[in-house]
Every structure is written in C-alpha cells, then in structure tokens.
C-alpha cells in the first residue's frame, strides 16, 4: 500500500491550503484515514480522522472550524482543506490509513500505513 501526500507549500497567515493524499496498492473493503503533523522539535500530533462512510469525523480543538478532512472513495484519496493558517500549523503533515472499520482513531499506533509527508509553512 502506497500513500501519497501532496499539496503542502508556503503561505501567509490566514491563507488556505488543500492537502490530497491519493492510496495505491492493495485495497482494503474499508478503512479510516487521518492527517498527522509534526512540527519541528515536536512530537507528531493529530489533526484530523475520517472514517470510511464519511459519517464520522474529528478533530483537535487546535483545528476545529478550520480545517475539514473529506474523502472521494471512488478515487481513493483524502482531503485535508485548511483556512485561516496559523504560524503554529506549520509542520510536515503526514495522511495515514488504518484497516477495519472502527471508530475515531487519534492515535498514530492505530494507522497501519503512512504518507510520506508534505511541508507546509504558515508565514507571519
């Protein structure tokens, strides 16, 4: 399973970005996805959780309102859409995906495959 993450950049404080993940390989009859990031010097951190159906999703309060994880299964890929970046944002941030359909999973030990990571940089 390959996972392929794009998308990241530069950007002013207060701009918007849109993250693709596209998933190759092996398929899975369902799955939940997620977004990580790992800011410099930091541990990585959760962003966000889409579950198969698309009926359940979640984030941290440190996102929540400004980012939105969607998911078009027919072309195997997820979303992260950002707005109103914040200098904090800034970090690789990294999709994964993890077998079996169950619940919200925020944490990384619960994903089976990863992105290789993409940069996105929120300048003041």
């Known amino acids: 399973v390959q996972l392929q993450a794009s998308g990241g950049g530069l950007v002013q404080a207060g701009g918007s970005l849109r993250l693709s993940c596209v998933v190759s390989g092996r398929t899975f009859s369902t799955y939940g996805m997620g977004w990580f990031r790992q800011a410099p010097g930091k541990e990585r951190e959760f962003v966000a959780f889409?579950?198969?159906?698309?009926?359940?999703?979640y984030y941290p309060d440190s996102v929540k309102g400004r980012f939105t994880i969607s998911r078009d299964n027919a072309k195997n890929t997820v979303y992260l859409q950002m707005n109103s970046l914040k200098p904090a944002d800034t970090a690789v941030y990294y999709c994964a995906l993890g077998t079996g359909s169950y619940g919200v999973r925020t944490d990384e030990n619960q994903y089976n495959y990863w992105g290789q990571g993409t940069l996105v940089t929120v300048s003041s």
């Open positions: 889409i579950s198969w159906s698309n009926s359940i999703t």
